[in-house]
T-cell receptor, first 112, second 112 residues
Framework: SQKIEQNSEALNIQEGKTATLTCNYT??????LQWYRQDPGRGPVFLLL?????KEKRKERLKVTFDTTLKQSLFHITASQPADSATYLC???????????FGIGTKLQVIP | DVKVTQSSRYLVKRTGEKVFLECVQD?????MFWYRQDPGLGLRLIYF???????EKGDIPEGYSVSREKKERFSLILESASTNQTSMYLC???????????FGSGTRLTVV
């Protein structure tokens, strides 16, 4: 079955820098990769989705890439702000009746 | 604003009680899901439903059941609550199985 690996260690970066989070998947290439933001004690909020045939997707300060050779997706937040501090979850969907598989998330702390 | 509403934010129940967690969505989504989230384990799928009256077991269905009598409502039932079911429970829905999920705010259940 598919497994999603995210760096479980927290990522600390300085305000204004670009934060880059990594999501690796094992086995087969997913049809879609999704990224969510989760604040403490709240449900995840969907941010972006990228399809297997897309290399890059952007939304405002967010950028997601999908590299099927490396079996990896990168999630970038440019000009990061303290308000971007949260846990970011990666999820994979393989198509049809397959379920979405979530990673455990990476906690991002943006330091003023 | 579209939403998924979970009936309670916090619940405390006694061991052996039957517990009902309610979830309602106002987006006319066919697909609904119940997850539990525990530190270090991430989101784990308990049950899901792709249509009214339809239900499928997820990865950890033991000790749980579900009901979906109407499209907008998906209920999770703990038949006889146990302390190892203390967790954050999250309901989600989507119109496209691979598309982004809309999550509720979660119910933090404590079984004593």
């Amino acid at each position: 079955s598919q497994k999603i690996e995210q760096n479980s260690e927290a990522l600390n970066i300085q305000e204004g820098k670009t934060a880059t989070l990594t999501c690796n998947y094992t086995n087969y290439s997913p049809a879609y990769l999704q990224w969510y933001r989760q604040d403490p004690g709240r449900g995840p909020v969907f941010l972006l989705l990228i399809r297997e045939n897309e290399k890059e997707k952007r939304k405002e300060r967010l950028k997601v890439t999908f590299d099927t050779t490396l079996k990896q997706s990168l999630f970038h937040i440019t000009a990061s702000q303290p308000a971007d501090s949260a846990t970011y979850l990666c999820a994979s969907y393989s198509g049809g009746y397959q379920k979405v598989t979530f990673g455990i998330g990476t906690k991002l702390q943006v330091i003023p | 604003d579209v939403k998924v509403t979970q009936s309670s934010r916090y619940l405390v129940k006694r061991t052996g009680e039957k517990v009902f967690l309610e979830c309602v969505q106002d987006m006319d989504h066919e697909n609904m899901f119940w997850y539990r989230q525990d530190p270090g384990l991430g989101l784990r799928l308990i049950y899901f439903s792709y249509d009214v009256k339809m239900k499928e077991k997820g990865d950890i269905p033991e000790g749980y059941s579900v009901s979906r009598e109407k499209k907008e409502r998906f209920s999770l039932i703990l038949e006889s609550a146990s302390t190892n079911q203390t967790s954050m429970y999250l309901c989600a829905s989507t119109t496209d199985r691979g598309g982004g999920y809309t999550f509720g705010s979660g119910t933090r259940l404590t079984v004593v």
